[in-house]
């Protein structure tokens, strides 16, 4: 357990969890608004609410809970398994599935499915065993899973080094005067908002190449290659460039089209074989919802 305590300066206004976000950026607004209700933060050694308008000379007391242990337990699950030998699984995740466990997603996680099928490397922890590179929990498609540390490493160096291939295809928001294009601009975490990656001068260096596959009247189909792969990558991108994907409930305009979240899909993985070096491409169709949005919108 940790215990913090700060005064509210005479320069400091507004919402109590706002301005402990601005004390301790670490945490997220969501984080701090929890701890409120749970009375771990306290006004004048009195619980309040994250809508308290602090004053001058408030003394705020934050106590952060040892964390919980998350533990990752095999799980019987129908995975759609592309191919696998001795050193490498390439699987097809599902949209809604998360891909390793944390608080909050304990259980029903890729991770969870894949040490009930096989062994997995250990060299990343014991939280993400095997997992070599991620996809959000709604964007479908194909990750490549180590199953010993010589895989993982030798896959990890190929992701560091941009030598494999990572396709996506995504239905975007609005019409491109382009064919196709670079996006080259650094990701970090948003000063506004801790949930969210945004484009930030201190960011990490990002570049997704797009090309125009399919144009609608308000949407495009375009295909995405990753030459770079920070968290949320191309969805902070193309909401950059105007163009937020499709049902992108945390990047895109309220008014989209319907699914279950983003329509994005990692159609293409390539690489090379770990052991034997041999180059190796998988590609996947897109998701049901995905094929029949693309078809309603060809007005099939």
Do not use: W
């Not at 390439?90 to 259980?107: D, F, R």
């Not at 194909?142 to 560091?160: E, I």
């Amino acid at each position: 357990m940790e215990q913090f305590s700060f005064v509210v300066s005479d320069q400091e206004s507004g919402r109590l969890d706002k301005v402990v976000t601005n004390h301790y950026p670490d945490l997220t607004r969501s984080k701090i608004q929890n701890l409120i209700k749970q009375e771990q933060i306290l006004v004048n050694q009195a619980p309040t609410t994250n809508r308290y308008k602090v004053s001058e000379n408030d003394v705020i007391d934050v106590t952060l809970p040892d964390p919980v242990e998350v533990s990752v337990k095999p799980e019987k699950m129908n995975l759609d398994i592309v191919f696998e030998d001795d050193d490498v699984i390439v699987v097809n995740k599902p949209q809604g599935m998360v891909v390793h466990p944390a608080p909050g997603h304990e259980n029903g996680t890729l991770v969870n499915g894949l040490l009930d099928h096989a062994p997995l490397a250990t060299v990343n922890g014991e939280l993400r065993p095997g997992i070599v590179h991620r996809i959000d929990k709604d964007t479908s498609g194909l990750l490549m899973v180590a199953k010993n540390d010589q895989a993982m490493l030798s896959l990890s160096a190929q992701l560091k080094a941009k030598t494999n291939q990572r396709k996506y295809l995504a239905i975007v928001h609005g019409n491109f005067k382009e064919e196709a294009g670079t996006i080259n601009a650094p990701i970090g975490r948003s000063k506004k908002d801790r949930k969210k990656m945004a484009i930030v001068e201190d960011g990490r260096p990002a570049v997704t190449h797009f090309k125009v596959l399919e144009r609608f009247t308000d949407y495009t189909l375009i295909e995405c290659e990753l030459e770079t792969g920070r968290t949320h990558q191309i969805r902070v991108h193309l909401k950059y460039i105007g163009h937020p994907v499709a049902g992108d409930p945390l990047y895109g305009p309220r008014n989209t089209l319907k699914g279950n979240g983003q329509f994005l899909h990692a159609k293409l993985l390539g690489f090379k074989h770990p052991r034997t070096g041999e180059e190796l491409v998988f590609e996947v169709d897109p998701p049901q919802i995905f094929q029949d949005t693309l078809s309603k919108l060809r007005g099939i």
